[in-house]
């Protein structure tokens, strides 16, 4: 045997077991820290593992998720890419890839895997939500209704989101450092969350922690201000489960045998005692084993809202609500129920000053991960449907944190999209709501309203047509409009000739919702046209009313005793050429007395008809002259009665004096 040959392989078997090892500690810690979510700590020892060559596989999927979870979506993508083929890839990752894809504008790419994952996963509601007719859904809302963003001048390279306005200040939550703490959170190595404030709109001023006894050594964020019974002042808050001075964990004990603590989230309750603010107490709905925050109190103060991840939910966490009693207890919670809770993450909920609802969702469809809704409810007050608020508010991001000032308008929202400072950051925001032109078209002559006027809209600087629309039965018409426009309006009716308005809505306030315009149209003087006449036959050789033209000659009574009660006509009778000028001449005058006659018996005034007068063959509308030369249509046309329009409305009468 070959002792020199034993001696290396020995040695060669000792390294290779020390290198294991070594390999499998970096994996242990690795995965201790992302059991922990410190997940920017345990990226750089999955990273070593790459380097190492060691359990690449399981590597690249947890890169993958750290930065997914981190919502750094375009640093996760490089990951999947490197894994998400394999045969043995759990199918959930598609859908974690088809997100990350989504948030990164890649569509097209997400589309393929959300399809992929469908096959696998047929009952995951978030499939039928996020794929419709077989395309990637797009967002529907209202482009017209908008937001101006703009970061707030306090924001650092750190984290700050939520926002709360209280006599006259702004409380927001910060990871910045303190003198008293200086350890940093694993999840995202950024100092631990304080609640801060700042006067609402100074931009020169520094931002102040909030009272002591609000803030501790772990996470504190969702600072809202109430009243008691007492009508006192008192705050809500989120915190790690910490109370008292005492931590409060829950136990874990995963598959590997591995024990995990969990130091989950709390609602406090805080007072001001002897002009400080001290924590009361640690409210009923809270537990160890869920996290329950991100509290929103409704203007009565009848109703807390708040996201937990208690069992029995549809999802990861959803909102939910509490009776708030009249001496301040808290009743049992209740879920918001499937319209706004889904099976992904439904968070951060606040209740404006008419009661609507708003909150953050990765589980209804949005523009990237966490995007904010707004609920609409029916007369008694049931959620019915939840809205998009739609970009700029909305991003590729997460954005959340939505929080309205008392106008309605203005508000805070937070986000970490791209171009900020750091992870998460504030934007006040600015409302611009839907504008839209709204008018009835009348009559010029009688005032009535008119129906099934086509509206066309057009930009007066480009002749564009905008939008297109037809009046309803009472004459109304709305279109949607833009901002800083100048607009032409015609409006076009058969027995109106059609018309042009103007407006522009380049002075048109940031509040204002509709712009009024209504719009008067001139009757054609055409009784035919007016009345819709048919043809009005007579017999041959003979000028009695047939039934048939009864019917039409009945259009004419109503057109001048309702609809134009001041029109005053002419009756003309035409024949075709066929027979003598005596002959047509006589059989036309009869025709035309019998209409005369009829319109009379049939309550038309004999003022409104200056005269009647047959025509015979005298006037034809074509070039017939007799049988010979023309079809038995083209004859037709020349026997007519026609009601030439002397005057539609009286026209006032000015006397000198």
Same mark, same amino acid.
């Given at each position: 045997?070959?002792? /020199?040959?034993?001696?290396?392989?020995?040695?060669?078997?000792?390294?290779?077991?020390?290198?294991?090892?070594?390999?499998?500690?970096? $994996?242990?810690?690795?995965?201790?820290?992302?059991?922990?979510?410190?997940?920017?700590?345990?990226?750089?020892?999955?990273?070593?593992?790459?380097?190492?060559?060691?359990?690449? *596989?399981?590597?690249?999927?947890?890169?993958?998720?750290?930065?997914?979870?981190?919502?750094?979506?375009?640093?996760?993508?490089?990951?999947?890419?490197?894994?998400?083929?394999?045969?043995?890839?759990?199918?959930?990752?598609?859908?974690?890839?088809?997100?990350?894809?989504?948030?990164?504008?890649?569509?097209?790419?997400?589309?393929?895997?959300?399809? +992929?994952?469908?096959?696998?996963?047929?009952?995951?509601?978030?499939?039928?939500?996020?794929?419709?007719?077989?395309?990637?859904?797009?967002?529907? !809302?209202?482009?017209?209704?908008?937001?101006?963003?703009?970061?707030?001048?306090?924001?650092?390279?750190?984290?700050?989101?939520?926002?709360?306005?209280?006599?006259?200040?702004?409380? !927001?939550?910060?990871?910045?450092?303190?003198?008293?703490?200086?350890?940093?959170?694993?999840?995202?190595?950024?100092?631990?969350?304080?609640?801060?404030?700042?006067?609402?709109?100074?931009?020169?001023?520094?931002?102040?922690?909030?009272?002591?006894?609000?803030?501790?050594?772990?996470?504190?964020?969702?600072?809202?201000?109430?009243?008691?019974?007492?009508?006192?002042?008192?705050?809500? !808050?989120?915190?790690?489960?910490?109370? $008292?001075?005492?931590?409060?964990?829950?136990?874990?004990?995963?598959?590997?045998?591995?024990?995990?603590?969990?130091?989950?989230?709390?609602?406090?309750?805080?007072?001001?005692?002897?002009?400080?603010?001290?924590?009361?107490?640690?409210? /009923?709905?809270?537990?160890?084993?869920?996290?329950?925050?991100?509290?929103?109190?409704?203007?009565?103060?009848?109703?807390?809202?708040?996201?937990?991840?208690?069992?029995?939910?549809?999802?990861?966490?959803?909102?939910?609500?509490?009776?708030?009693?009249?001496?301040?207890?808290?009743?049992?919670?209740?879920?918001?129920?499937?319209?706004?809770?889904?099976?992904?993450?439904?968070?951060?909920?606040?209740?404006?000053?008419?009661?609507?609802?708003?909150?953050?969702?990765?589980?209804?469809?949005?523009?990237?991960?966490?995007?904010?809704?707004?609920?609409?409810?029916?007369?008694?007050?049931?959620?019915?449907?939840?809205?998009?608020?739609?970009?700029?508010?909305?991003?590729?991001?997460?954005?959340?944190?939505?929080?309205?000032?008392?106008?309605?308008?203005?508000?805070?929202?937070?986000?970490?999209?791209?171009?900020?400072?750091?992870?998460?950051?504030?934007?006040?925001?600015? !409302?611009?709501?839907?504008?839209?032109?709204?008018?009835?078209?009348?009559?010029?002559?009688?005032?009535?309203?008119?129906?099934?006027? $086509?509206?066309?809209?057009?930009?007066?600087?480009?002749?564009?047509?905008?939008?297109?629309?037809?009046?309803?039965?009472?004459?109304?018409?709305?279109?949607?409009?833009?901002?800083?426009?100048?607009?032409?309006?015609?409006?076009?009716?058969?027995?109106?000739?059609?018309?042009?308005?103007?407006?522009?809505?380049?002075?048109?306030?940031?509040?204002? +919702?509709?712009?009024?315009?209504?719009?008067? =149209?001139?009757?054609? =003087?055409?009784?035919?046209?007016?009345?819709?006449?048919?043809?009005?036959?007579?017999?041959?050789?003979?000028?009695?009313?047939?039934?048939?033209?009864?019917?039409?000659?009945?259009?004419?009574?109503?057109?001048?005793?309702? *609809?134009?009660?001041?029109?005053?006509?002419?009756?003309?009778?035409?024949?075709?050429?066929?027979?003598?000028?005596?002959?047509?001449? $006589?059989?036309?005058?009869?025709?035309?007395?019998?209409?005369?006659?009829?319109?009379?018996?049939?309550?038309?005034?004999?003022?409104?008809?200056?005269?009647?007068?047959?025509?015979?063959?005298?006037?034809?509308?074509?070039?017939? *002259?007799?049988?010979?030369?023309?079809?038995?249509? /083209?004859?037709?046309?020349?026997?007519?009665?026609?009601?030439?329009?002397?005057?539609?409305?009286?026209?006032?009468?000015?006397?000198? /004096?």
């Amino acid at each position: 045997m070959n002792i /020199k040959r034993i001696t290396i392989s020995f040695f060669a078997s000792i390294l290779l077991c020390t290198t294991l090892n070594a390999q499998s500690s970096v $994996q242990k810690e690795a995965d201790k820290l992302f059991n922990k979510f410190a997940y920017a700590k345990a990226i750089p020892h999955y990273e070593q593992m790459v380097v190492n060559s060691f359990n690449e *596989t399981h590597a690249f999927q947890r890169l993958a998720e750290c930065y997914l979870l981190m919502r750094d979506f375009e640093k996760s993508i490089p990951y999947f890419k490197r894994f998400i083929e394999g045969t043995d890839t759990p199918t959930n990752y598609y859908f974690k890839y088809a997100m990350a894809l989504k948030s990164s504008g890649d569509e097209k790419a997400a589309l393929k895997w959300l399809k +992929k994952y469908k096959k696998y996963n047929k009952n995951d509601k978030r499939v039928k939500e996020f794929l419709k007719d077989g395309n990637l859904a797009s967002v529907v !809302f209202n482009s017209r209704e908008r937001y101006d963003l703009e970061p707030v001048p306090f924001n650092t390279e750190y984290s700050e989101f939520g926002s709360f306005v209280h006599e006259g200040n702004l409380y !927001f939550s910060a990871s910045r450092k303190s003198q008293k703490n200086d350890e940093l959170y694993g999840w995202n190595n950024e100092p631990w969350l304080d609640i801060f404030y700042v006067p609402e709109g100074n931009t020169m001023a520094q931002p102040k922690r909030f009272g002591d006894e609000i803030n501790s050594k772990y996470h504190e964020s969702s600072l809202v201000f109430s009243t008691d019974y007492k009508n006192d002042t008192i705050v809500y !808050f989120t915190r790690n489960n910490y109370f $008292q001075k005492k931590e409060g964990f829950h136990t874990i004990k995963k598959e590997d045998k591995l024990i995990e603590n969990q130091n989950n989230l709390k609602i406090y309750k805080g007072e001001k005692i002897d002009g400080k603010w001290k924590v009361t107490r640690n409210l /009923k709905t809270n537990a160890d084993h869920y996290s329950t925050g991100h509290p929103s109190v409704n203007t009565d103060r009848t109703l807390l809202y708040f996201s937990s991840d208690r069992p029995g939910g549809y999802g990861g966490t959803d909102i939910y609500y509490a009776k708030i009693h009249p001496r301040g207890g808290i009743g049992e919670p209740v879920n918001a129920g499937p319209v706004v809770n889904t099976a992904g993450n439904e968070m951060f909920p606040y209740v404006n000053n008419e009661g609507q609802l708003f909150f953050s969702s990765d589980g209804h469809l949005g523009f990237g991960q966490l995007d904010v809704f707004g609920t609409v409810a029916d007369s008694t007050g049931q959620i019915k449907d939840v809205i998009n608020l739609g970009k700029p508010l909305n991003s590729e991001k997460d954005d959340f944190g939505y929080y309205a000032l008392e106008n309605g308008i203005d508000g805070y929202v937070s986000s970490n999209r791209k171009g900020g400072k750091g992870g998460d950051d504030i934007y006040r925001f600015r !409302f611009i709501p839907s504008l839209s032109v709204q008018g009835v078209v009348t009559d010029a002559i009688n005032l009535k309203t008119l129906d099934s006027v $086509q509206i066309s809209l057009f930009n007066q600087a480009t002749g564009e047509l905008m939008s297109k629309t037809v009046t309803d039965a009472n004459g109304g018409y709305q279109m949607l409009i833009s901002r800083n426009v100048n607009y032409r309006i015609e409006a076009v009716r058969k027995t109106h000739p059609h018309k042009s308005v103007y407006f522009s809505t380049r002075t048109t306030g940031r509040a204002t +919702k509709l712009i009024k315009q209504d719009i008067e =149209l001139e009757p054609v =003087l055409d009784v035919k046209v007016l009345a819709g006449l048919k043809k009005i036959y007579y017999d041959f050789n003979k000028a009695n009313i047939r039934p048939d033209a009864a019917i039409e000659l009945d259009k004419v009574v109503k057109l001048m005793t309702e *609809t134009y009660p001041e029109m005053i006509i002419k009756l003309e009778a035409h024949t075709d050429p066929v027979g003598s000028h005596a002959y047509n001449d $006589q059989l036309s005058e009869r025709r035309a007395k019998s209409a005369y006659e009829y319109l009379l018996a049939n309550g038309v005034s004999r003022n409104h008809i200056l005269s009647y007068k047959g025509f015979g063959k005298r006037v034809p509308i074509n070039e017939c *002259t007799s049988k010979q030369d023309c079809s038995p249509e /083209k004859l037709e046309l020349n026997r007519r009665t026609e009601f030439p329009v002397v005057q539609i409305q009286a026209r006032a009468v000015t006397q000198s /004096k």
